[in-house]
């Protein structure tokens, strides 16, 4: 049983940064394809990115591409989600979840039921 943590988030002006992390508590994280996912109050969890066990292939939602970027190292069992231009809506709890499944298919990596664990989630707020 693979367990992810998500240090980092906070609060952040509109127009900055932040960098989340995703730590796992097994070496075997690091064949794994890892996901972001994020959740508004009052709106369905929705994809962010994904990266493939290798970090060959990344994998983006419209609403993030160019500002966010996802990375991994799994030397340090860690996938990262570097946060860029944020604006109010970004505001959200943003989970990290991990695929068995190393590779990244694009008609499925958007979906929460592909991934098979996932961390409690950490608050990142954009103030306008």
């Known amino acids: 049983q693979v367990q992810l943590v998500e240090p980092g988030g906070g609060l952040t002006q509109a127009g900055g940064s932040q960098r989340l992390s995703c730590a796992a508590s097994e070496r075997t994280f690091g064949a794994y394809a890892v996901g972001w996912f994020r959740q508004a109050p009052g709106k369905e969890r929705e994809f962010v990115a994904a990266i493939s066990w290798s970090g060959g292939s990344t994998y983006y939602a419209d609403s993030v591409k160019g500002r966010f970027t996802i990375s991994r190292d799994n030397a340090k069992n860690m996938v990262y989600l570097q946060m860029n231009s944020l604006k109010p809506e970004d505001t959200a709890v943003y989970y990290c979840?991990?695929?068995?499944?190393?590779?990244?298919?694009?008609?499925?990596?958007?979906?929460?039921?592909?991934?098979?664990?996932w961390g409690q989630g950490t608050q990142v707020t954009v103030s306008s």
């Open positions: 979840a991990a695929d068995r499944i190393p590779t990244l298919n694009p008609r499925v990596a958007g979906t929460s039921g592909s991934y098979d664990y």
